[in-house]
């Protein structure tokens, strides 16, 4: 299945929504960054909801023919990167979302509206 950068990042989105991802805000980085075009940020109150979550979004990515191209921290599952590409996307455990901040980190990236 081909699809745009927009419907993947849509199906991710609802990957996360599916777990009960919390505050999940989607960063637009073209013309900001080379890393990728958008970056998803949620977190899960637990362990075990962050590794749900994250376990969602790479099967989703998976059924839609889109390649994982690495996933860090699922082990410890605080702070989990999915690499999909052109989006990247971050769950976080609710200590460390707020401890790091990336959106105030990237916040001359545009937020996406997800509605």
Known sequence: ???????????????????KAMDIVALDLKGISLIA???VICH??????????????????HE?????????GLN???WVLVDLGDIVVHVFHREEREFY?????WSDAKVV???
């Open 1 to 19: 299945m081909n699809l745009t950068i927009e419907q993947l990042l849509e199906k991710t989105v609802h990957a996360a929504e599916d777990k």
């Open 37 to 39: 075009d958008y970056f």
């Open 44 to 61: 899960g109150n637990s362990d075990t909801q962050v590794q749900a979550i994250t376990n969602e979004i790479r099967k989703t990515a």
């Open 64 to 72: 839609a023919g889109v390649a994982v191209r690495g996933t860090e």
């Open 76 to 78: 410890s599952a605080r």
């Open 101 to 105: 901040n990336l959106e105030k980190l």
């Open 113 to 115: 509206d997800l509605a």
